[in-house]
């Protein structure tokens, strides 16, 4: 029989599996919208979040209210799709805390037209931020992780990434990239105890949608094309990225956890 880790069933109770208490996680595009939920719930669950994203402004406001709430945040401003940036990045990760234990990729850009008015520029440009920099930060991450012998990589894909909608194409494609991603590095990791997954969000209200969900027509389309007719709220998002950055996950690896409200199942 494989040696058991089950935590006897009252003391310590069974939420502390949940806990990530003394672990740093850099959740990427954490300045606001899902990032910030997500950083948000880390650090409610104990971690040290690296806040991540290219106004500084907005990191050091966010940090601020996660300290305000009594959670542990600092800023690592940075682009993701900025080689040297990185580079930099992972070194002050290394020299100020000397671990990583938790990757929560969460940039994503879009722009919505037709393949047709796209430039090769800008195909290559949305490719960079939506998919490259994907793996150049689990390349990483997982070299921190690897000397330490445990880590989790969780890359934010979408239902873009299962299904898809004319006018889209760039975007869906990174994001089917990064969900074929989050296999290979399943596959790749596992021996190492570093799990790989992702998290697919469906449609939630945050600052960037703000036109589509004021939007009469579409905003009532995507709600009701939803099982639980209504747009997600941004802290929804949180409860997987927790679920899947804890030790209550240890044997979860390779698979997306799509928080979409059902719109996926739907026929
Ligand atoms: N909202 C939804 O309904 C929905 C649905 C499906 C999937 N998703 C995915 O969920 C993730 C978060 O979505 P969201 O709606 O919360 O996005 P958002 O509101 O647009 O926030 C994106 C964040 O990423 C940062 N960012 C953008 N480009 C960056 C770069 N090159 N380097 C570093 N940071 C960068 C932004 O901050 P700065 O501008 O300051 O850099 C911002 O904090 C994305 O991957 C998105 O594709 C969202």
Not at 33 to 40: H, K, P
Not at 102 to 112: C, D, E, F, M, S
Not at 120 to 134: K, N, P, T, Y
Not at 222 to 244: D, H, K, N, Q, S
Request: glycine residues 12%; hydrophobic residues 45%.
């Amino acid at each position: 029989m494989v040696q058991g880790t089950r935590p006897p069933m009252n003391t310590p109770p069974y939420l502390t599996r949940f806990e990530l208490t003394g672990k740093v996680a850099l959740v990427t595009g954490s300045g606001r919208g899902l990032g910030l939920e997500i950083a948000r719930a880390l650090a409610g669950a104990g971690a040290h979040v690296l806040l991540n994203g290219r106004n500084e402004a907005a990191l050091h406001e966010a940090a601020d209210s996660i300290g305000a709430a009594g959670g542990a945040a600092s800023c690592l401003p940075f682009d993701v799709s900025d080689a040297a940036g990185v580079r930099e990045s992972f070194a002050r990760i290394e020299s100020e805390h000397g671990r990583l234990d938790v990757l929560v990729q969460n940039v994503g850009q879009r722009n919505r037209k037709p393949l047709a008015d796209f430039t090769d520029e800008e195909i290559r440009g949305l490719l960079e931020v939506d998919l490259v920099a994907g793996l150049v930060l689990a390349r990483e991450s997982a070299r921190l992780m690897l000397p330490r012998g445990e880590g989790r990589l969780i890359a934010v894909t979408s239902v873009a990434g299962q299904i898809a909608r004319a006018g889209d194409a760039v975007y869906t494609a990174a994001k089917a990239g990064l969900a074929g991603m989050v296999r290979a590095l399943a596959a790749e990791y596992g021996p190492h105890n570093i799990t790989s997954n992702g998290i697919a969000p469906g449609f939630f209200a945050t600052e960037t949608n703000a036109a589509i969900v004021g939007d009469p027509e579409k905003g009532r389309y995507f709600a009701e094309r939803t099982p639980m007719r209504r747009w997600g709220r941004p802290e929804e998002i949180a409860g997987a990225a927790v679920f899947l950055a804890s030790p209550a996950a240890s044997y979860v690896n390779g698979h997306i956890i799509t928080v979409d409200g059902g719109a996926t199942i739907l026929m």
